[in-house]
């Protein structure tokens, strides 16, 4: 069977249907490969603390262990979290993962009629590489959103529509990524825009509320925008543009529109203050970046042969780029070990010793975070998690070229006692603190044990303090931290800080009294008497809305 025939064959009901067994088959055993030689995702801790929170009876909507309390799985995306609680996260990942390929070739071949099948088999590549970034709610809203731009192509633009909402609920970048496909259709095709208007309306719903969830449950973020991928994101866009451009066989305009909607949308993230997408506005170019360039590919070339000779070499370039990332995951031994608990089975023997729930543990960020997982799991609060963007709550002293005095003002501001520093790989923006432990005499190395040592801070404040200013003489201390309670005690009347994360769903229960927003997004405590108090965080539907509407207000 040569080439062409095998094209061919793939492109009926039949091969079509092996498509999809083969790359859902090729995404189980890359998934099972990396589980045997002990690699996970890059974001699987991440995730695997999510669906632990759930599947202990723990709230989707707040935790107080990451971060000094933030919103948890309602901020990014619950649909996957959900599933996983009855469906292993792994099989909705391959399942989701599997299905990319044809969907996209569907949108492909209906929308575009570009009838080449090879695009889609390396799109099948490209989905079992991609299990090393371990993304698995953002694969599921891919699945979702390209499932629907394949009905949309197939004139089900309300079924679209659904299928499409799904996805947002599961993770807002799945639509995202979408978003120059379905721009390059409505700007450079005219025969489809009554097809994606009845969509845009079967959509509109869908994204409203989750804009509006959005609102009802925002916190500060900054994400990650680095010039240095900025630049690669948009030479990706001029190398699509100029082949788009000289390209022979498939319609120029939408290939070209969908390139400089890319471009535009890259600048625009980086140069607009606090940017939702930052660097995430890459995941384009690392799911499609391939199939798209390859479907443009050098012998479709219009020109002399030594323009489609020179052309196959920015696509080998991108191919390298895209794929190099999620290899880079799979190689470093050095990183592995610190993705087990049995690494962090020493340094969580001697939390359960050093630890006094008056203060809060600090972890200095390993090179793939897995402390996220490993010590909330086990009962201890931690300063940081594993959403760098959520460091902009409170630790975005580590984005700062920081010192020994800012960096120990906030570990009292963090109510943090003893540091844990492992010697591994560490994550870049922690390398500095972990020099400074070992040279300042403001900390005492009280324990090493396996890779770790612990550290303790001399000058630390604890995690419930009188307010600034306030002429109470009163003293109080935190007895306990669950994840959506706080127990404190006080022994008389007065104002006092609490250093978690203040959020307007925060009740307080034990007597009459107040909780508000202090300075620093912190906690205020405004007790009038002596007592046992817990301040919980309570969500309604009535109470998000009301605040959304506030918002909208405002």
């Given at each position: 069977m040569t080439?062409?025939?095998?094209?061919?064959?793939?492109?009926?009901r039949?091969?079509?249907?092996?498509?999809?067994?083969?790359?859902?088959?090729?995404v189980?055993?890359?998934?099972?490969i990396?589980?045997?030689?002990?690699?996970?995702g890059?974001?699987?801790?991440?995730?695997?603390?999510?669906?632990?929170?759930?599947?202990?009876g723990?709230?989707?909507?707040?935790?107080?262990?990451?971060?000094?309390g933030?919103?948890?799985?309602?901020?990014?995306?619950?649909?996957?979290?959900?599933?996983?609680?009855?469906?292993?996260?792994?099989?909705?990942?391959?399942?989701?993962?599997?299905?990319?390929?044809?969907?996209?070739?569907?949108?492909q071949?209906?929308?575009w009629?570009?009838?080449?099948?090879?695009?889609?088999?390396?799109?099948?590549?490209?989905?079992?590489l991609?299990?090393?970034?371990?993304?698995?709610?953002?694969?599921?809203?891919?699945?979702?959103?390209?499932?629907?731009?394949?009905?949309?192509?197939?004139?089900?633009?309300?079924?679209a529509?659904?299928?499409?909402?799904?996805?947002?609920?599961?993770?807002?970048?799945?639509?995202?990524?979408?978003?120059?496909?379905?721009?390059?259709?409505?700007?450079?095709?005219?025969?489809?825009?009554?097809?994606?208007?009845?969509?845009?309306?079967g959509?509109?719903?869908?994204?409203?509320?989750?804009?509006?969830l959005?609102?009802?449950?925002?916190?500060?973020?900054?994400?990650?925008?680095?010039?240095?991928?900025?630049?690669?994101?948009?030479?990706?866009?001029?190398?699509g543009?100029?082949?788009?451009?000289?390209?022979?066989?498939?319609?120029?305009?939408?290939?070209?529109?969908?390139?400089?909607?890319?471009?535009?949308?890259?600048?625009?993230?980086?140069?607009?203050?606090?940017?939702?997408?930052g660097?995430?506005?890459?995941?384009?170019?690392?799911?499609?970046?391939?199939?798209?360039?390859?479907?443009?590919?050098?012998?479709?070339?219009?020109g002399?042969?030594?323009?489609?000779?020179?052309?196959?070499?920015?696509v080998?370039?991108?191919?390298?780029?895209?794929?190099?990332?999620?290899?880079?995951?799979l190689?470093?031994?050095?990183?592995?070990?610190?993705?087990?608990?049995?690494?962090?089975?020493?340094?969580?023997?001697?939390?359960?010793?050093?630890?006094?729930?008056?203060?809060?543990?600090?972890?200095?960020?390993?090179?793939?975070?897995?402390?996220?997982?490993?010590?909330?799991?086990?009962?201890?609060?931690?300063?940081?998690?594993?959403?760098?963007?959520a460091?902009?709550?409170?630790?975005?002293?580590?984005?700062?070229p920081?010192?020994?005095?800012?960096?120990?003002?906030?570990l009292?501001?963090?109510g943090?006692?003893?540091?844990?520093?492992?010697r591994?790989?560490?994550?870049?923006w922690?390398?500095?603190?972990?020099?400074?432990?070992?040279?300042?005499?403001?900390?005492?190395?009280?324990?090493?044990?396996?890779?770790w040592?612990?550290?303790?801070?001399?000058?630390?404040?604890?995690?419930?303090?009188?307010?600034?200013?306030?002429?109470?003489?009163?003293?109080?201390?935190?007895?306990?931290?669950?994840?959506?309670?706080?127990?404190?005690?006080?022994?008389?009347?007065?104002?006092?800080?609490?250093?978690?994360?203040?959020?307007?769903y925060?009740?307080l229960?034990?007597?009459?009294?107040?909780?508000?927003?202090?300075?620093?997004?912190?906690i205020?405590?405004?007790?009038?008497?002596?007592?046992?108090?817990?301040?919980?965080?309570?969500?309604?539907?009535?109470?998000?809305?009301?605040?959304?509407?506030?918002?909208?207000?405002?």
């Amino acid at each position: 069977m040569t080439v062409a025939d095998a094209a061919s064959w793939l492109r009926t009901r039949r091969g079509l249907l092996v498509l999809w067994l083969t790359a859902t088959i090729a995404v189980a055993v890359t998934t099972v490969i990396m589980q045997w030689i002990g690699v996970p995702g890059w974001d699987d801790a991440a995730h695997a603390y999510k669906v632990l929170l759930l599947r202990r009876g723990y709230s989707l909507f707040w935790d107080n262990y990451w971060y000094g309390g933030g919103y948890g799985a309602i901020k990014y995306g619950f649909l996957f979290y959900l599933l996983a609680q009855y469906i292993p996260g792994a099989v909705i990942t391959i399942v989701a993962s599997g299905t990319v390929p044809l969907s996209y070739y569907l949108y492909q071949r209906d929308m575009w009629h570009v009838d080449d099948i090879w695009p889609a088999c390396l799109l099948a590549i490209g989905m079992c590489l991609y299990q090393a970034h371990g993304q698995d709610p953002f694969l599921l809203a891919l699945a979702l959103t390209m499932a629907g731009l394949a009905l949309l192509a197939r004139r089900h633009p309300l079924w679209a529509a659904l299928v499409v909402v799904l996805g947002v609920f599961a993770n807002p970048m799945g639509f995202v990524v979408a978003v120059p496909f379905m721009a390059a259709d409505v700007i450079a095709r005219a025969e489809v825009r009554r097809r994606y208007a009845l969509f845009a309306l079967g959509v509109m719903p869908g994204v409203a509320a989750r804009v509006a969830l959005g609102w009802a449950f925002t916190e500060p973020g900054a994400y990650l925008n680095e010039t240095s991928q900025l630049m690669v994101f948009l030479s990706f866009a001029l190398v699509g543009l100029a082949l788009a451009g000289v390209n022979a066989t498939v319609e120029r305009r939408p290939f070209v529109v969908m390139f400089l909607v890319y471009a535009v949308i890259c600048v625009v993230s980086f140069v607009m203050p606090g940017s939702p997408l930052g660097n995430n506005i890459g995941r384009f170019l690392m799911v499609f970046c391939l199939p798209l360039l390859f479907l443009l590919r050098q012998s479709r070339l219009s020109g002399s042969y030594l323009i489609r000779d020179l052309a196959i070499i920015p696509v080998i370039v991108f191919a390298c780029l895209q794929y190099g990332n999620a290899l880079a995951h799979l190689y470093s031994e050095e990183e592995r070990p610190q993705t087990t608990r049995a690494y962090f089975a020493p340094a969580l023997r001697a939390a359960s010793q050093y630890y006094d729930p008056n203060y809060r543990l600090h972890v200095v960020a390993l090179r793939r975070h897995w402390e996220a997982l490993y010590f909330p799991e086990a009962g201890y609060p931690i300063t940081r998690g594993w959403y760098r963007q959520a460091d902009a709550i409170h630790n975005r002293v580590f984005y700062t070229p920081y010192d020994g005095v800012s960096y120990r003002a906030w570990l009292r501001a963090m109510g943090v006692k003893y540091v844990f520093s492992a010697r591994t790989l560490l994550d870049p923006w922690s390398r500095r603190e972990a020099r400074l432990l070992e040279a300042s005499p403001a900390f005492s190395l009280v324990d090493e044990t396996g890779a770790w040592r612990i550290y303790e801070y001399r000058d630390a404040q604890p995690l419930l303090v009188p307010m600034p200013g306030s002429t109470s003489s009163a003293s109080g201390k935190v007895e306990r931290v669950g994840h959506e309670t706080i127990d404190v005690a006080v022994d008389g009347p007065g104002r006092f800080l609490l250093k978690f994360t203040w959020s307007p769903y925060l009740t307080l229960d034990g007597g009459p009294g107040r909780v508000r927003r202090a300075p620093g997004l912190f906690i205020e405590l405004d007790l009038p008497r002596a007592g046992h108090y817990a301040v919980r965080f309570q969500v309604t539907a009535r109470d998000a809305f009301a605040l959304a509407a506030a918002k909208v207000g405002a």
